[in-house]
């Protein structure tokens, strides 16, 4: 047992990046983790990490011990969990990716129900906009946006999401809303952009679905502040309607030209396949399945 705790310490270690982290979690100091690293390395006979004053650097040997260890302690988890008592109570830790608006304004709300019901089951989020490596970053589940294209993840439909154009009624009251699909461009845009290339926006035009580049005094890559620009006032966008849900609801925001709508785009969540998946991670899949069952998003 000794050795398995060694394991499960050295896979934390790796996904923290920090001796200090991974002790913290473990509730031991700094030099007790390095001791049992070592003790790991030296009955192994092969150098997982190179330590640095500052940084851990995984070995190649170490990155291989690393994804075969990932296996074998999340299949130990489902083990336990699946035995007596601990198949009503699963524990540990589950590690979510997801886009950073996405998960403030609809994972993290959920939380406190999912917690009431799973006290032993702690989450662990990390936020980007970008499809992140499951494996290689030691993230149990992400939510992906959008039609996936990668064959190596085993998916769940969460829900679907349709894209609309937008924008707030203050700036509606003060300079109209637009009629007709060239009317875009007598107004003041919010460009989400990716560096400097700006997103075009999908639009229905008859049968045809057509790329309309907006223009306007701001462009981020991020959606909270796409957000942010569309509340106060500074022009229209395009976004997904989970973004500006609550303000559609009560009218601070408008949906405009609604017949240029593309068609909705779903959300999956995402899991690397061909391994068992944890107790621990399978209830959290099925509970956010289940909640967005009856989300209008």
């Not at 509606?172 to 952009?193: I, M, N, Q, R, T």
Request: hydrophobic letters at 40%.
């Amino acid at each position: 047992m000794d050795r398995l705790d060694a394991i499960r310490l050295f896979v934390r270690l790796v996904e923290c990046g920090s001796f200090s982290a991974a002790g913290r979690e473990n509730g031991i100091g700094q030099p007790a983790v390095s001791k049992k690293i070592g003790a790991l390395e030296a009955h192994l006979g092969a150098q997982l990490l190179l330590r640095t004053s500052r940084t851990v650097v995984v070995t190649e040997a170490g990155q291989r011990f690393y994804e075969s260890a990932k296996h074998l302690v999340d299949d130990f988890d489902a083990l336990e969990s699946s035995i007596g008592d601990r198949q009503r109570s699963p524990s540990g830790v589950v590690r979510v990716d997801t886009a950073p608006a996405h998960g403030r304004l609809w994972i993290t709300p959920l939380l406190p129900r999912f917690f009431e019901a799973y006290p032993d089951v702690s989450i662990e989020v990390s936020v980007s906009e970008r499809h992140v490596d499951l494996v290689g970053e030691g993230i149990d589940l992400a939510v992906r946006h959008g039609r996936l294209m990668d064959s190596s993840l085993t998916a769940r439909k969460l829900t679907e999401t349709n894209f609309l154009l937008v924008a707030s009624a203050r700036y509606l009251a003060e300079h109209g809303a637009p009629s007709k699909l060239s009317d875009l461009d007598k107004h003041a845009c919010v460009v989400f952009a990716k560096g400097r290339e700006r997103y075009p926006w999908p639009l229905r035009v008859g049968k045809e679905t057509v790329s309309y580049v907006p223009r306007g005094s701001l462009t981020t890559g991020d959606a909270e502040h796409v957000r942010a620009a569309v509340l106060c006032g500074l022009g229209i966008t395009q976004a997904p309607k989970w973004l500006f849900a609550e303000e559609i609801r009560t009218g601070e925001v408008k949906v405009i030209l609604p017949k240029l709508q593309p068609d909705s785009a779903p959300i999956h969540l995402v899991y690397p396949a061909g391994r068992r998946i944890p107790m621990r991670v399978r209830v959290f899949v099925d509970f956010l399945v289940k909640a967005f069952e009856h989300v209008d998003a």
